[in-house]
C-alpha cells in the first residue's frame, strides 16, 4: 500500500481551508484517511493560523515511504521543513 500526504479540502464554497492529511494513494481526496498531520488556511489574516502542523509526524511518514504532493511540498518548504 502506497500513502501520500496531501491536501483534503474543507469549509464550505469560497471559503476553502485545508486538512494536511495522509491518504492510500488508491482513494479519491474524499476517501479515509489514515490520519490527520496539520491545516492550511489560506484566508487567514495572521501568518501563525496560516499554517499548523506536526512537523515530527510528517518526517515520520517521509521516512516510511510516504510521498508529499506537489502543494505540501511547496508549503513544508515554506514553513522550513527540509523534505527528501
Known amino acids: ?3 501520500k ?13 485545508y486538512r494536511i ?10 476517501g479515509r484517511r489514515v ?6 488556511n489560506p484566508r487567514a489574516k495572521e501568518e501563525n493560523q496560516l499554517m499548523n502542523f506536526k512537523k515530527e509526524s510528517i518526517l ?3 521516512k516510511k515511504g510516504a510521498l508529499p504532493s506537489d502543494t505540501v511540498q511547496g508549503l513544508l518548504k515554506k514553513a522550513g521543513v527540509k523534505v527528501g
Not at 500526504?5 to 481551508?17: E, P, Y
Not at 492529511?21 to 474524499?30: A, I
Open 21 to 30: 492529511v495522509v491518504l492510500d494513494s488508491t482513494m479519491s481526496g474524499k
Open 35 to 40: 490520519e490527520d498531520l496539520g491545516t492550511y
Open 5 to 17: 500526504i496531501r491536501l483534503k479540502r474543507m469549509g464550505s464554497n469560497k471559503k476553502a481551508c
Open 60 to 62: 515520520e511518514w517521509i
Open 1 to 3: 500500500m502506497s500513502v
